[in-house]
């Protein structure tokens, strides 16, 4: 935008209006003096806090690196500590393989001595079976022999004691038989006789009573002589039959006792073949529980076996299963370390990127200097030495070593804000001076529009206090932060300078 005309300006002017005319100047330049003075006052006060808050963000930034840089260090350690620790483990999963191996060969030493034992022990249980079942066999074979002796003699006397009983029963019967039949015949006789004479005596004793009694007396003692000789007779001739039988009963009891002694002496026999069977029933027992108790300790022996073998097992597993999460560590700890050497690499290419973009000063004066004053710097060491309350606050205090680095850095971002800012002004400054030039152009040359259009050379330009001088030392630019008066400087001259145009 083109600067507004002054309507004096076209009319000549004395000697009292360029005094006054100056005088208004130097008014004006105080008057712009000092109110660039309050905003260059406010200006440093907005960047004096600006570059407290940028510290404060700059000394976390510069703890954050020093963490990063503690923390490659301690990676570094950790990765020695990994490796001995890793030789360690090898050495101990060595010396454990060794034990493994060592326990193996006599795990198995001791399972072919127990399958020797226990082979050894089968072949005598064997042959106690073999010698037991022979000694059974001929135990049974002499048994069956005395008890099929036993059994002759038992039957050939029974038979004979059976015959010779059956004969004389026979021959008893036939004499008891022949005696009762003449017994019976006698009696029958007797009777008959009797009963005859009875009846005699009877018929007569009616018709002749008296005279029978004499006779019947007689006749009696005579009948009774008979039957007295009758029973003699039947006496004398059954006397040899009834001492036979007393001999035959008297034998018989004989016999009677004989088969009760033969029976109790088979009843001996018989429970001593009790006994006998009870011995090797009890034997048969106390084989089978100690062939039961082989058993049972060939079972024990052999389940310990199976549980060696499976503790075996779990801790192969368990050491594989540890080597296997200690691989998969020190794989994810070396993918780290890599990635932790590619970034300390890429922080070394920066840095060393940074160090050839650094200027002499810097170079010549590597450490920060800070622009505060010795109570500000006082009051600043003290609100950092305070206990920080806030979370953020107590993390920064791990980075308080980095506070150098991030004033460093804070100082770049400073400089670089104010080459932005400059450069924009530079721009500014120069879409102004080509605006100019174009007047100065246009109000020199004739063209069409230059009489509509109020001439450039005539009038007085105003140039703006906004904008900076344009052949300013770039070493006064980089240290506006610490003289800031040099701007001030720089635009008085700037003013001074390029009035001239202005005035025709």
């Not at 020695?80 to 360690?88: A, E, K, P, V, Y």
């Not at 400054?429 to 109020?454: D, F, H, K």
Request: hydrophobic letters at 35%; a negative charge.
């Amino acid at each position: 935008m083109l600067p507004k005309k002054h309507p004096e300006a076209a009319a000549p002017m004395s000697a009292e209006d360029g005094l006054l005319l100056l005088e208004k100047q130097v008014l004006a330049e105080e008057q712009a003096a000092k109110t660039k003075a309050e905003l260059l006052s406010r200006f440093l006060k907005d960047k004096l806090a600006k570059e407290k808050h940028s510290s404060a963000l700059n000394l976390h930034k510069l703890n954050a690196q020093w963490r990063v840089v503690l923390r490659e260090a301690k990676d570094r350690e950790l990765h020695q500590d990994i490796q001995i620790l890793s030789q360690t483990f090898a050495q101990v999963m060595d010396g454990k393989d060794n034990v493994i191996e060592s326990l193996a060969t006599d795990l198995e030493e001791a399972e072919e001595q127990q399958a020797q034992a226990l082979h050894s022990h089968l072949h005598n249980i064997d042959c106690l079976l073999q010698l037991q079942r022979c000694r059974l066999r001929c135990l049974e074979d002499g048994y069956e022999a005395q008890l099929e002796v036993l059994k002759l003699e038992f039957e050939a006397e029974r038979k004979t004691i059976l015959e010779q009983h059956e004969r004389e029963s026979c021959s008893l019967q036939d004499m008891v038989l022949a005696t009762e039949q003449n017994y019976i015949k006698n009696y029958h006789e007797a009777e008959q006789n009797f009963q005859s004479v009875q009846a005699e005596l009877k018929n007569k004793n009616l018709l002749e009573k008296q005279y029978s009694h004499a006779q019947v007396t007689n006749k009696l003692e005579v009948l009774w002589e008979k039957f007295q000789r009758a029973a003699q007779s039947y006496a004398e001739a059954s006397e040899h039959p009834k001492i036979a039988l007393k001999a035959l009963k008297q034998k018989d009891k004989k016999t009677s006792m004989d088969i009760t002694m033969q029976t109790k002496k088979l009843k001996k026999l018989q429970d001593l073949v009790i006994a006998t069977k009870g011995q090797l029933a009890a034997q048969r027992l106390e084989s089978e529980e100690q062939t039961k108790q082989g058993q049972e300790e060939k079972e024990r022996v052999f389940g310990k076996l199976l549980e060696l073998q499976s503790k075996m097992n779990q801790a192969r597993t368990k050491v594989h299963g540890d080597l296997a999460r200690l691989i998969l560590q020190s794989n994810t700890a070396l993918k780290t370390l890599r990635k932790v050497v590619e970034k300390a690499q890429h922080v070394l290419r920066l840095a060393e990127m940074c160090h050839r973009l650094e200027t002499e000063e810097e170079k010549v004066l590597p450490f920060y200097s800070s622009p505060l004053a010795e109570g500000e710097q006082q009051d600043a060491q003290r609100v950092l030495k305070e206990t920080p309350t806030e979370p953020l606050a107590q993390a920064l205090q791990d980075y308080v070593g980095l506070e150098l680095l991030w004033q460093c850095f804070n100082k770049a971002k400073l400089e670089e804000q104010a080459l932005g800012q400059e450069q924009e002004a530079l721009r500014k400054r120069n879409r102004w001076l080509r605006e100019l030039l174009g007047q100065y152009l246009g109000g020199i040359s004739g063209n069409q529009e230059v009489p509509g259009e109020p001439n450039p050379l005539l009038t007085i330009q105003h140039i703006p206090r906004d904008l900076p001088h344009a052949g300013g030392d770039s070493a006064q630019d980089h240290q506006s932060d610490a003289h800031p008066s040099s701007l001030l400087r720089g635009d008085k001259s700037l003013d001074c300078t390029h009035s001239s145009p202005g005035i025709s």
